[in-house]
């Protein structure tokens, strides 16, 4: 089983920024044949949502369009990590944020097939 851990969720004011990281344990990608590695959020009383991805053997990445120009998504391969820098944000960006694992990139861009999700770590962005 992969193990997944996101850390950096934070309260902030909007147009500030935030990073996110994930680590992944040692039994990812190679092992199990995944190579996609992204986040997802959830707000309150909403669905789940992809919100960036990134092939790790290709470094493709892939944006909801509601955060494209705002936020990044890097990895660090050594490391078994990746990052998603939040800049600019807003209070809609608000939710429950949690970093997956899967074998490839589905058709909404987000990482798709037999995905594994963390515990998740909250965004909180006040007006």
């Known amino acids: 089983q992969v193990e997944l851990m996101e850390s950096g969720g934070d309260s902030v004011q909007a147009g500030g920024s935030l990073r996110l990281s994930c680590v992944a344990g040692?039994?990812?990608?190679?092992?199990?044949?995944?190579?996609?590695m992204g986040w997802f959020r959830q707000a309150q009383g909403k669905g789940r949502e992809g919100v960036a991805a990134i092939t790790t053997n290709t470094g493709s990445t892939y944006y909801h369009d509601s955060v494209k120009g705002r936020f990044t998504i890097t990895q660090d391969k050594a490391k078994n990590t990746i990052y998603l820098q939040m800049s600019n944000l807003k209070p809609e960006d608000t939710a429950m944020y949690y970093c997956?694992?899967?074998?490839?990139?589905?058709?909404?861009?987000?990482?798709?097939?037999?995905?594994?999700y963390g515990q998740g770590t909250q965004v909180t962005v006040s007006s």
């Open positions: 997956a694992t899967g074998r490839g990139v589905g058709s909404t861009n987000t990482c798709a097939g037999d995905v594994v």
């Open positions: 040692a039994n990812y990608a190679y092992t199990t044949g995944r190579y996609c």
